[in-house]
């Protein structure tokens, strides 16, 4: 792996690590349209008309975000006409470094075994030991960053 992909995997893992210790709180019971728009004591038509729309257009979209029906279209507009900024991201569920090496385990498994089954068929043998052999390959596949 190149000391820049390195390098910006670091970097990348530093922001995952602060959203991660933030993600159990980030699920709001009824959606954050609903969660601020309380909050904040606006009602239905408070917010419809900072958002320039109608009051069952404004109902229909905290009901789909609580849902997961809402677009980022939506939530964005919602989001300003409450003086919000909405924040959007993916956070990886481990650590990326780690996840890559998962995936090239899993590649350079698939890749012996079928290497093994045309070795069989020809009638040759691997005096190595799969684990080996997959370890051997699975780390070459991280450091060409070819797990996929």
Not at 33 to 49: C, D, P, Q, S
Not at 73 to 84: D, H, V
Not at 134 to 142: D, I, S
Request: with cysteine; glycine share 4%.
């Amino acid at each position: 792996m190149s000391a820049g992909h390195s390098l910006s995997i670091e970097q990348a893992e530093r922001r995952f690590k602060a959203l991660r210790r933030t993600l159990p709180h980030m699920k709001v019971k009824g959606g954050w349209i609903a969660y601020v728009r309380h909050t904040i004591g606006m009602t239905f038509a408070n917010l419809a008309k900072a958002a320039d729309l109608s009051i069952p257009t404004v109902q229909q979209m905290e009901k789909r975000e609580a849902k997961g029906q809402v677009t980022l279209q939506t939530l964005e507009k919602i989001a300003q006409a409450m003086n919000c900024e909405l924040i959007y991201a993916f956070v990886p569920k481990q650590p990326i470094n780690e996840y890559l090496k998962e995936k090239a385990q899993e590649k350079a498994t698939r890749l012996i075994k079928q290497a093994d089954v045309h070795m069989q068929l020809e009638d040759q043998r691997v005096e190595d030991p799969l684990k080996a052999r997959v370890a051997r390959l699975a780390q070459e596949l991280f450091d060409r960053r070819d797990v996929w």
